[in-house]
């Protein structure tokens, strides 16, 4: 039985019970996975945000977009907050600005 039972550790006088040298190693191992999961998550995370703002900054009358609802279309207007897409002769959406996921090519409507 003695197997599942770890054995007690004798204890220095004078020595606090949480003092055994696990505190420093913690704190490290604690700063090597914040190191990681900004590396791995938070990095890449902040880049894409950085190149969609850039995106959507850059956007002009007559660029040809793709949306979030998988709307294809070409740019009308472009307000504040706002773009009108122009989806269909005569027909016109109007959309959020952050709905926009990527801007297409010149010409892929056409071929499309």
Request: glycine share 10%; charged share 15%; no cysteine.
């Amino acid at each position: 039985m003695e197997f599942f039972i770890s054995s007690a550790s004798a204890q220095a006088a004078g020595a606090p019970a949480g003092a055994a040298g696990g505190g420093f190693g913690s704190i490290i191992m604690m700063v090597v996975m914040f190191g990681f999961i900004y590396f791995l998550m938070l990095r890449p995370q902040m880049k894409r945000a950085k190149e969609q703002r850039a995106m959507l900054s850059a956007l002009a009358k007559g660029d040809e977009v793709a949306t979030a609802a998988g709307l294809l279309g070409k740019v009308e207007e472009i307000s504040e907050s706002y773009v009108s897409i122009e989806i269909a002769p005569n027909v016109t959406v109007k959309l959020q600005k952050h709905a926009i996921t990527a801007v297409l090519p010149k010409g892929t409507l056409k071929s499309a």
